[in-house]
């Protein structure tokens, strides 16, 4: 197969990873849900400067990925691929630049080779499609470093102001994170190199500095101006400050809660990225690997010893893997190594309805139990049959004579990310999420005024496209709340009631 067939057949796994699932399920709770009701509330009000959510100020995130997303409504109408598409096109934006900067610094086929890692790692193709502002933000962070690299390496001024011009969009993308990352790596590799005047003369650019301040000051000055104090406490110290020494929202765990979230987010291709951490001696040869490796460990470290923890923030420091795994990927001579990742972790989800029979006895959620049902009925036998499939075409594909090595990688990433976007990810949706769907669709069809209670899924505020306020209520109110909560009520009608979720008219 040559490079421009290979080229056609990555672009092919990028349309099926990122853009053909768009639309596939419902919206996600918490943040989808609570970024796409913000999303539809600004495109209702006409208020694009400040966010709200079911009727409350918003301030977890800066503004960009709202107006992208409320361009995307505008466009195509409001819907689950009108809200993630903003997502899909820039983490597509976001692989381009690491195939370009890879394809300069090395060539072509480990470019490419780190454009499917990038595509096909389970982490990367669940944020690409998912309407938050992370594929967002990741692609300008990635510019960024690939930009302040080249200023290192090449002392041109124009990669400098690119760097400021990256990294003043990645904080109207989601704040100070954006400045963080470039500020400490490109420290940490300059203080290494001996080169520490270099970097104080770098970001104390005058001219850099200002790009930044023309680009990104704007919308903080004008929320401020619109906000107050109010805006500073619930922006800079609330989501911002408090993230790192606190926990916020029962995100917490210990130090090393990265560790697994790598060895699942970045299958199927595991291996060779625990390969990277074998060749550490050869990687500190090189002043780019270095800066690299770097950019990753401190991501790493950073989020493993900060108070709030989630899955997405290692993902700031990605890039530079799947580029040092391109690098070192012959180095592999176990080859049943590389594809044990995706069959075991195939595996384990054929188990999953098993599993879930065996221990349903000790689960004590009653919001889980009374999910057993819906659960049974998605993980069934043909779910169970599609991942058996998936893994016997792996293995076909992986041990087959008549394809070549970047083929066989092609169609393992295509199983792959086939078998989550199309097999896992609906039957969970249809579990999770479709009923919350179905009760908002239920309610803005009957035009009821609803209040939530015991519950805060703004999916049933997207769906329903109404503000949706929480736990106040009185009797003769339209309720959604869990069906397990229903125990709270005296009397009530049922107006829907499917898979644990209940919409009713409150009586007494």
């Not at 104090?229 to 800079?236: M, P, R, S």
Request: net charge positive; glycine share 4%.
């Amino acid at each position: 197969m040559n490079l421009k067939y290979i080229k056609i057949s990555t672009f092919v796994l990028l349309f099926f990873s990122f853009f053909a699932p768009l639309g596939v399920v419902a919206l996600f709770n918490l943040d989808e849900g609570a970024f796409g009701e913000a999303t539809r509330e600004m495109v209702a009000s006409g208020n694009y400067l400040t966010t709200y959510l079911n009727g409350e100020l918003r301030f977890d995130k800066p503004i960009l990925i709202y107006w992208f997303q409320s361009l995307s409504v505008q466009i195509f109408g409001l819907s689950e691929f009108a809200l993630r598409l903003p997502s899909a096109i820039f983490a597509s934006f976001w692989g381009l630049a690491i195939f370009y900067f890879t394809r300069k610094h090395f060539d072509e086929q480990k470019a490419l080779l780190a454009i499917v890692f990038f595509i096909s790692s389970l982490q990367i193709s669940i944020i690409a499609k998912a309407a938050i502002a992370d594929g967002l933000l990741n692609f300008f962070i990635t510019l960024s470093m690939f930009f302040i690299y080249e200023y290192i390496n090449s002392r041109e001024k124009k990669w400098l102001y690119l760097t400021f011009v990256a990294i003043a969009f990645g904080v109207l993308a989601k704040g100070p994170v954006a400045v963080m990352v470039p500020f400490v790596v490109s420290a940490l590799f300059l203080f290494y190199k001996k080169e520490p005047m270099f970097w104080l003369k770098s970001i104390f650019n005058p001219i850099g500095i200002l790009i930044f301040l023309l680009i990104a000051s704007p919308w903080y000055i004008l929320e401020y101006i619109d906000q107050g104090q109010k805006f500073i406490d619930g922006f800079f110290l609330k989501h911002n400050v408090s993230r790192f020494s606190s926990s916020m929202e029962g995100h917490s765990g210990s130090i090393f809660y990265f560790v697994p979230v790598l060895i699942f987010g970045l299958a199927p291709f595991t291996t060779y990225f625990l390969n990277i951490f074998t060749k550490i001696r050869e990687i500190f040869k090189s002043d780019l690997e270095i800066f690299l490796f770097i950019w990753f460990a401190f991501v790493f470290l950073f989020f493993s010893f900060s108070g709030t923890k989630l899955p997405h923030y290692v993902i700031y420091g990605y890039a530079p893997l799947f580029i040092l795994a391109s690098i070192y990927s012959q180095s592999i001579k176990n080859k049943f190594m590389i594809i044990l990742p995706s069959v075991l972790f195939l595996f384990l989800l054929l188990l999953l309805p098993s599993l879930i029979e065996i221990f349903s006895d000790k689960i004590k959620d009653e919001y889980i139990i009374s999910l057993l049902p819906t659960i049974f009925e998605y993980f069934n036998t043909m779910y169970q049959l599609k991942i058996a499939i998936a893994i016997g075409l792996i293995l076909f594909f992986w041990y087959t004579n008549f394809l070549g090595y970047f083929q066989k990688i092609l169609f393992i990433a295509l199983i792959f990310i086939s078998a989550i976007n199309f097999i896992l990810m609906p039957a969970l949706a249809q579990i999770e999420q479709q009923p919350i769907k179905e009760a908002g669709l239920k309610a803005k069809n009957q035009a009821l005024n609803v209040i939530m209670y015991k519950l805060n899924y703004p999916t049933f505020s997207v769906y329903s496209q109404s503000i949706v306020k929480r736990d106040n209520l009185i009797v003769g109110d339209c309720v959604v709340t869990k069906t397990i909560h229903l125990k709270d009520f005296k009397s009530y009608d049922v107006i829907f009631q499917k898979s644990g979720i209940s919409l009713i008219k409150y009586k007494e």
